[in-house]
């Protein structure tokens, strides 16, 4: 392995590594634009320009690799003069949109401008105009004027996607970045080119003008949108004193962005998935318990359901649903909950729309059905209960679930949204949505992944297996002393063999490959 | 889009490269020569024929000063105002243009005959002041010299 | 005493174009030289050894770049020899006289090149607009092919080698190898990071040689006289051979002029140009290489016209574009020109050439129509000092050092223009059209 030395500091690195990604690796910073860890290399912004002894110029740390006995200044005299005057020529014919552009706070301009700029402007001349806010698709806006020719957004197109929608056109200092006249950026990736985009000139039209990225509470979690459980952080609304401008009091989830993980997503995240929680605050939540069609307080809800279900548990008739987009922690408490009362036909509903992708999409839009098949077991849901236990959320563009409209059973449904099957039930009691409590998703690969709650849940909301519990204790069952989802876990990962040596701790941010990867 | 003659002219154009990408110059002067300009829609032909994205080409087109993305005039007057020409009074040539044919530099004329731009060296320096007209140079010019010749142009 | 004319031999006589004129002239001789007698290495050994560099504006050691190709090729990866006859350095015109005129030479050496380097396809990129150039190639092709000097199985023996004319589109970086190679692949001419050196991964990742056009014109007569011959014309051993001098501007003969290496300045603009074009206007200034070269000072100007000599004296030969100004010139309002054939001819790839182009153009034409200020003059050279060295290419520098000359050697107008708002020499307009 090639020894060099970086700032005095010798060490080893992999051959064929770059300067900048030893740096990088090491979390020295070396300021950058156009380089990014999942495409090809551009060396076009001269940001990262370092001092290499020996060479006549400096070098950019994105495309030099390390040599043997190589020595790096990144932060040298030399250096810092290039990156001053790399930064004043950025910002030359740059906008002054700070003040109404969604990337501040967020921007690498603004960012560099203040650690490696000279904080002054000699530029006096008029500077070029360009397009503004240009609907170059249904997720996304281009402000020719902000752009940095990075390339990053036509690389994604070209190399992650293979759509080729985004080009340079004209030449020299008017290039601008477009989209040929008639066509659209309607690749199913679309908003990843809005991340990719160091500064404001991609933007996402739904984040448009919703918040400052500084009053966001990011969460890391995980993608309720299909099987694939890609990473994400979830950014909710902060300004409690401000309505927004959809006419929502904040503390809703603002946005969703992907987090790398190189074992599920990578850096990237379908549009559904980016956009999922827009179908979350569309759908009507249910303000407070139901019972026999009325609203009823949460105990007298409770002691309703729990009637019902343990005369049908222990008679027999007792069926029930369970949605793929159930927390580990959700399924394994109501399967454990109803055997305590007796017996259950169990089954898991199946949300299947599309196909698989090359990337990451996936046609299975459970993004715990792994877990849930684990858990509850692969059998179909039943048929002919007569008291039939709805569990989750089960609302999707197609096979949504719903029960037959012919059927006589008596339906209790839990779950977060206002549904056929809440609407039917004789209890119907709201239960926390995917962005309100902690829990495990299992994706296709059989890896698990950590679901945080990002933000409280909505009115008489409460987490699903807290639910289970409640309900044991009002059917005078011995239940399990569970606090939290982490307590669960560790419960569930003793009695199902799937889930050996999970624990909370084990998972991490990134997962962990359960004991049984399964195919398909 | 076109016909049989020339896709066989594109297709003998194709089989000079290993890769039908690079094809795509050659093949958007054989629009221009028939065209006159490269509008959009040749602009999505020439994409589709060559396996590349609109997008590609548009590039292309925008990048390459010589593709036309508008028509021109019949007879169009590039004068070359670049360092050399400029020494020998090519500025004087195009002002002496725009006021013959009552058009500024980048314009065209009402009637469509006539269009006059400034382009960089057209290495012809010796002949200086000098202009293309389409396709031929016209060297060694006095301001005699190009009215004679705008004259006589159909 | 007259030089022999060697590269400009043919130039002029009638149908020169023709290949029956070539070949009565001994033309086509040295291909069947190399093809039956010599291997592709030891041409190159010979080349390297007569000297030649490159005649482009790098003069890098032509025997040295051949001799970077692979020496088997791999059958997937072809070797491609690509002539860049893209010629749009302002002042420059000579690659276009050997193309009209002489097109069989510039075939011979393309030919004898690709030998050379094994290659079985050779591209001629043409300027855009060098429309009647291109068609004089293309004849000229056609003809080389009926009498099998070019095409399959060259004069009878296991080698072919095609030839296409490639026509550019209006790009003067196209000129630059690596962004070359991107327009003949069919992209916006873009150049490219190095390494890869073109010879490793080049046109479609495969082994690349690109030669200038005159570059190659030298090549038949190094093989037919050979090594040592080229080595006696010149100033051996490092600026050696014959030379076309492209020179324009305020002079009284302007046009391409063939010397050995290292013409005299003064005797290029003094005898073979006639002298100054108006007596009463002294010699002003010279840009010895092509627009992207540091100008010189009248009296700056004894000085040899080789490879040397000029970097010597802090300018580079270049494309040997030499462009002569008078007394009548405000160097201010020429140095806008160039800066404006910049900013006009950067790719817009990288940030130093994309946003610093514009800015010194920008600033030049404020200060050249007076409302230049004090701290402009220093901040063009700030600038140019940011842009060299930190670019993708050679563009960004070729815009960057001339500014900076300009603003050093005269001074002088420049503070004239800011201080009175006006030219301290007169204004080109004065020049009238002849």
Same mark, same amino acid.
């Given at each position: 392995m090639p020894r060099v030395t970086i700032d005095g500091q010798e060490m080893e690195v992999a051959a064929g590594t770059t300067i900048l990604q030893a740096c990088l690796a090491r979390g020295r910073e070396i300021p950058h634009y156009c380089y990014?860890?999942?495409?090809?290399?551009?060396?076009?912004?001269?940001?990262?320009?370092?001092?290499?002894?020996?060479?006549?110029?400096?070098?950019?740390?994105?495309? %030099?690799?390390?040599?043997?006995?190589?020595? =790096?200044?990144?932060?040298?005299?030399?250096?810092?003069?290039?990156?001053?005057?790399?930064?004043?020529?950025?910002?030359?014919?740059?906008?002054?949109?700070?003040?109404?552009?969604?990337?501040?706070?967020?921007?690498?301009?603004?960012?560099?401008? =203040?650690?490696?700029?000279?904080?002054?402007?000699?530029?006096?001349?008029?500077?070029? $105009?360009? $397009?503004?806010?240009?609907?170059?698709?249904?997720?996304?806006?281009?402000?020719?004027?902000?752009?940095?020719?990075?390339?990053?957004?036509?690389?994604?197109?070209?190399?992650?996607?293979?759509?080729?929608?985004?080009?340079?056109?004209?030449?020299?200092? *008017?290039?601008?970045?477009?989209?040929?006249?008639? *066509?659209?950026?309607?690749?199913?990736?679309?908003?990843? =080119?809005?991340?990719?985009? &160091?500064?404001?000139?991609?933007?996402? @039209?739904?984040?448009?003008?919703?918040?400052?990225?500084?009053?966001? @509470?990011?969460?890391?979690?995980?993608?309720?949108?299909?099987? *694939?459980?890609?990473?994400?952080?979830?950014?909710?609304?902060?300004?409690?004193?401000?309505? %927004?401008?959809?006419?929502?009091?904040?503390?809703?989830?603002?946005?969703?962005?992907?987090?790398?993980?190189?074992?599920?997503? !990578?850096?990237?995240?379908?549009?559904?998935?980016?956009?999922?929680?827009?179908?979350?605050?569309?759908?009507?939540?249910?303000?407070? &318990?139901?019972?026999?069609?009325? &609203?009823? %307080?949460?105990?007298?809800?409770?002691?309703?359901?729990?009637?019902?279900?343990?005369?049908?548990?222990?008679?027999?008739?007792?069926?029930?649903?369970?949605?793929?987009?159930?927390?580990?922690?959700?399924?394994?408490?109501?399967? %454990? $909950?109803?055997?305590?009362?007796?017996?259950?036909?169990?089954?898991?509903? =199946?949300?299947?729309?599309?196909?698989?992708?090359? +990337?990451?999409?996936?046609?299975?839009?459970?993004?715990?059905?792994?877990?849930?098949?684990?858990?509850?077991?692969?059998?179909?849901?039943?048929?002919?209960?007569?008291? +039939?236990?709805?569990?989750?959320?089960?609302?999707?563009?197609?096979?949504?679930?719903?029960?037959?409209?012919?059927?006589?059973?008596?339906?209790?449904?839990?779950? &977060?949204?206002?549904?056929?099957?809440?609407?039917?039930?004789?209890?119907?009691?709201?239960?926390?949505?995917?962005?309100?409590?902690?829990?495990?998703?299992?994706?296709?690969?059989?890896?698990?992944?950590?679901?945080? *709650?990002?933000?409280?849940?909505?009115?008489?909301?409460?987490?699903?297996?807290?639910?289970?519990? !409640?309900?044991? $204790?009002?059917?005078?069952?011995?239940?399990?002393?569970?606090?939290?989802?982490?307590?669960?876990?560790?419960?569930?990962?003793?009695?199902?063999?799937?889930?050996?040596?999970?624990?909370?701790?084990?998972?991490?941010?990134?997962?962990?490959?359960?004991?049984?990867?399964?195919?398909? | 889009m076109h016909g049989p003659e020339f896709e066989a002219r594109v297709d003998a154009i194709v089989a000079k490269y290993p890769q039908p990408k690079a094809a795509v110059l050659p093949v958007l002067w054989e629009v221009q020569k028939a065209r006159g300009w490269v509008d959009p829609a040749s602009e999505a032909w020439v994409a589709s024929r060559l396996g590349v994205s609109p997008a590609h080409v548009h590039g292309c087109v925008t990048f390459y000063t010589m593709y036309k993305q508008r028509p021109s005039g019949r007879h169009h007057v590039q004068v070359c105002t670049t360092l050399s020409c400029m020494l020998r009074g090519s500025d004087e040539l195009v002002a002496h243009l725009e006021r013959r044919l009552g058009i500024p530099a980048g314009g065209t004329t009402a009637d469509g005959k006539f269009s006059l731009v400034r382009v960089e060296c057209l290495g012809s320096c010796d002949t200086a002041p000098m202009f293309q007209l389409n396709d031929d140079y016209h060297e060694n010019l006095t301001l005699e010299k190009v009215d004679r010749l705008l004259e006589s142009l159909p | 005493m007259p030089a022999e004319r060697i590269l400009t031999r043919n130039v002029g006589r009638p149908d020169s174009t023709t290949l029956a004129s070539y070949e009565a002239n001994g033309g086509y001789q040295a291909l069947r030289k190399a093809v039956t007698s010599m291997t592709p290495d030891s041409l190159t050994e010979e080349v390297k050894k007569s000297g030649l560099r490159g005649r482009g504006g790098a003069g890098f050691p032509t025997g040295l770049k051949w001799s970077f190709m692979p020496k088997e090729v791999d059958p997937k990866r072809p070797h491609y020899f690509l002539i860049n006859a893209d010629e749009s350095e302002p002042g420059t015109f000579k690659d276009r006289l050997l193309m009209e005129k002489d097109p069989h030479l510039v075939l011979e050496g393309t030919l004898l090149g690709a030998y050379a380097i094994r290659a079985s396809v050779a591209y001629i990129y043409i300027r855009g607009e060098f429309v009647y150039g291109a068609g004089v190639l293309e004849r000229a092709i056609a003809e080389a092919v009926a009498k099998r000097y070019a095409g399959k199985n060259i004069l009878g023996s296991s080698w072919s080698c095609e030839l296409v004319v490639h026509r550019g589109a209006g790009a003067y970086i196209c000129g630059e190898e690596t962004a070359l190679m991107?327009?003949?692949?069919?992209?916006?001419?873009?150049?490219?990071?190095?390494?890869?050196?073109?010879?490793?991964?080049?046109?479609?990742?495969?082994?690349?040689?690109?030669?200038?056009?005159?570059t190659v014109a030298n090549v038949p007569f190094i093989v037919e006289r050979g090594a040592d011959w080229f080595l006696g014309v010149g100033k051996p051993p490092k600026n050696s051979g014959p030379k076309l001098y492209c020179l324009s501007g305020h002079v009284k003969r302007p046009g391409v002029y063939e010397a050995p290496l290292g013409l005299p300045m003064r005797e290029l603009i003094e005898e073979l140009g006639g002298g100054m074009l108006h007596a009463d206007r002294p010699l002003k200034a010279v840009i010895p290489g092509g627009s992207s070269v540091p100008v010189l000072r009248a009296d700056e100007c004894d000085v040899d016209l080789d490879f040397d000599s000029l970097m010597a004296k802090g300018t580079m030969l270049g494309s040997a574009g030499i462009m002569v100004m008078d007394s009548s010139t405000c160097m201010v309002a020429a140095m806008a020109r160039i800066a404006h054939f910049y900013h006009h001819e950067s790719c817009g790839q990288c940030t130093p050439c994309r946003e610093g182009c514009g800015w010194l153009e920008r600033v030049l034409n404020r200060i050249e129509g007076g409302t230049g200020l004090q701290q402009d003059l220093d901040l063009l050279i700030s600038v140019s000092e940011n842009i060299i060295g930190n670019t993708i290419c050679a563009l960004g520098d070729a815009a960057a050092m001339p500014t900076i000359s300009f603003v050093k050697k005269f001074r002088d107008e420049f503070q004239h223009h800011v201080d009175h708002k006006a030219c301290l020499t007169g204004t080109l307009a004065l020049q009238g059209v002849r």
């Open positions: 990014h860890d999942g495409l090809t290399i551009a060396g076009n912004c001269r940001m990262c320009l370092v001092d290499v002894e020996k060479q006549p110029k400096l070098v950019i740390g994105c495309y %030099t690799p390390v040599a043997e006995g190589m020595v =790096v200044h990144t932060d040298n005299d030399k250096v810092k003069k290039a990156r001053s005057a790399m930064m004043e020529f950025f910002l030359i014919n740059h906008p002054l949109d700070c003040p109404i552009c969604d990337q501040a706070g967020e921007c690498r301009l603004q960012d560099y401008a =203040v650690t490696y700029g000279s904080g002054t402007s000699r530029y006096t001349e008029p500077k070029l $105009a360009l $397009a503004k806010a240009v609907d170059i698709g249904a997720h996304v806006t281009l402000d020719q004027e902000r752009c940095i020719q990075c390339s990053r957004c036509i690389r994604f197109c070209d190399e992650i996607t293979k759509t080729g929608e985004l080009g340079f056109f004209e030449r020299g200092e *008017r290039s601008q970045i477009g989209i040929f006249p008639g *066509r659209r950026l309607d690749n199913p990736y679309s908003g990843n =080119v809005v991340d990719l985009c &160091p500064v404001g000139a991609l933007t996402l @039209k739904e984040f448009r003008f919703q918040t400052r990225v500084w009053y966001l @509470k990011n969460t890391s979690s995980i993608c309720a949108g299909c099987a *694939r459980g890609c990473n994400v952080v979830v950014g909710v609304g902060q300004q409690q004193t401000l309505m %927004t401008t959809s006419g929502q009091l904040d503390d809703r989830v603002k946005r969703i962005v992907p987090r790398v993980n190189t074992e599920v997503n !990578d850096w990237w995240i379908c549009d559904e998935g980016r956009l999922s929680y827009q179908r979350e605050q569309a759908s009507r939540r249910p303000e407070a &318990p139901v019972v026999s069609g009325g &609203p009823a %307080t949460y105990d007298d809800a409770i002691a309703q359901a729990a009637s019902a279900l343990a005369v049908a548990a222990r008679a027999g008739t007792l069926g029930a649903v369970f949605s793929p987009r159930l927390t580990c922690e959700d399924l394994f408490a109501w399967k %454990t $909950a109803l055997e305590a009362l007796g017996k259950a036909a169990m089954g898991v509903h =199946v949300l299947k729309r599309g196909d698989d992708d090359d +990337l990451l999409i996936r046609a299975d839009k459970g993004a715990n059905s792994t877990g849930a098949r684990w858990i509850v077991g692969a059998g179909a849901p039943p048929e002919r209960a007569r008291t +039939l236990l709805v569990l989750g959320d089960t609302l999707d563009a197609a096979d949504t679930y719903a029960p037959d409209p012919k059927t006589e059973a008596q339906i209790v449904h839990v779950g &977060p949204f206002v549904s056929a099957a809440s609407e039917r039930a004789v209890v119907s009691i709201p239960a926390a949505s995917w962005s309100e409590a902690d829990g495990t998703f299992v994706n296709f690969e059989g890896r698990a992944q950590r679901v945080k *709650r990002c933000h409280l849940p909505l009115g008489e909301a409460r987490p699903g297996w807290r639910i289970a519990l !409640d309900l044991l $204790a009002a059917a005078g069952v011995a239940a399990p002393a569970w606090t939290s989802a982490d307590d669960v876990l560790v419960s569930l990962a003793s009695r199902v063999p799937e889930f050996q040596g999970i624990t909370p701790e084990a998972l991490g941010p990134l997962g962990v490959p359960a004991r049984r990867a399964v195919g398909a | - | 991107s327009s003949l692949e069919g992209d916006r001419g873009y150049p490219r990071l190095k390494p890869p050196f073109p010879a490793a991964s080049g046109v479609w990742k495969c082994p690349t040689t690109i030669n200038n056009v005159e």
